[in-house]
């Protein structure tokens, strides 16, 4: 008689328990974590600035006009006797306001054609891509100078402008993700089963260009606050009396002998918010790209 052998299993190598989530790798990393609480505290005071400022936005005194910072005006004053310290806080909640309201605009409408014409391919790829290439022939600043040009400046046409121009970059993103996503088993299982192409995008695909994207969020939030401000400085953007930090800067360029404090704090509000949001982004990129995080845990093991 004949006795089967029972079949060998399969050994299966253990998990390393030196492997590190994603969240605690970016915990590790401390330029990213003390970026992280610069904006953490950046937002809180822009959401408070109606609170925290002592003075007004357009509280004058002309009797106090230019006047260095000392105890009473943390930051000096301008030419209208203004509080910089407050003018700088109310300017941040309406500065974070367009660029998150635009990066927000170009996120839904970019990963939606992206992810459209990645999954769909064919003549929808073709066109809207040809669309997204003739958009990139423009430099960013100048295509959202001709977006305001053409409408009245003010607070809503300078977020569309800037959503507008940022929407191909979203589109790019999401369309290279989508492409990689499309070939991938689960995607076709769900194709040969019948699934509906939208529940697709939805349940599969856009889950799994989250990385990406997230990554393209917050360096898009950098770039967003730099052009709101140039569009400022050149009168395009935000009307006065309304504050902004590149409005505060064409304010205060006839006076930068004068009175230097007027450009300079303004100035450093729109550096440090900027770099803030670059070093975040690239936070997230070395940990959910698995590349470099492939690389971080292996130099952190050793």
Do not use: C, K
Not at 100 to 106: G, Q, S, Y
Not at 172 to 185: D, E, G, M, Q, Y
Not at 224 to 231: G, M, R, T
């Amino acid at each position: 008689m004949t006795v089967n052998a029972a079949p060998a299993e399969v050994p299966v190598p253990e998990q390393s328990t030196t492997r590190l989530s994603a969240w605690r790798l970016l915990a590790a990393n401390p330029l990213t974590v003390a970026s992280g609480a610069v904006l953490a505290i950046v937002v809180a005071l822009a959401v408070l600035a109606p609170w925290v400022a002592p003075y007004g936005v357009n509280a004058i005194d002309v009797g106090s006009a230019l006047r260095p910072p000392d105890g009473q005006h943390w930051f000096g004053t301008d030419d209208l006797g203004r509080d910089v310290f407050s003018r700088v806080l109310l300017a941040g909640g309406t500065s974070l306001s367009i660029a998150a309201a635009a990066v927000a605009f170009a996120l839904v409408v970019g990963v939606g054609l992206g992810a459209v014409a990645g999954y769909r391919g064919g003549l929808a790829d073709t066109v809207l891509m040809r669309i997204v290439d003739v958009m990139f022939a423009f430099p960013v600043l100048l295509l959202a100078l001709a977006i305001v040009a053409i409408f009245q400046p003010g607070m809503v046409t300078t977020m569309v402008a800037i959503g507008i121009v940022y929407t191909p970059i979203f589109a790019r993103v999401a369309r290279a993700s989508a492409l990689s996503v499309r070939t991938s088993p689960f995607v076709q299982v769900s194709q040969t089963m019948g699934t509906p192409g939208t529940w697709i995008l939805l349940r599969h695909v856009l889950p799994n260009i989250a990385g990406p994207l997230v990554v393209q969020t917050s360096l898009s939030l950098a770039f967003a606050i730099l052009s709101e401000a140039a569009l400022s400085f050149l009168g395009l953007g935000i009307q006065p009396p309304a504050p902004s930090w590149g409005g505060m800067l064409f304010s205060a360029q006839g006076f930068v002998a004068q009175a230097w404090w007027m450009s300079v704090f303004p100035g450093a509000a729109i550096f440090v918010t900027a770099l803030a949001f670059n070093l975040v982004g690239d936070g997230l990129r070395d940990v959910l790209d698995p590349r470099q995080r492939t690389l971080i845990e292996a130099r952190r093991s050793r």
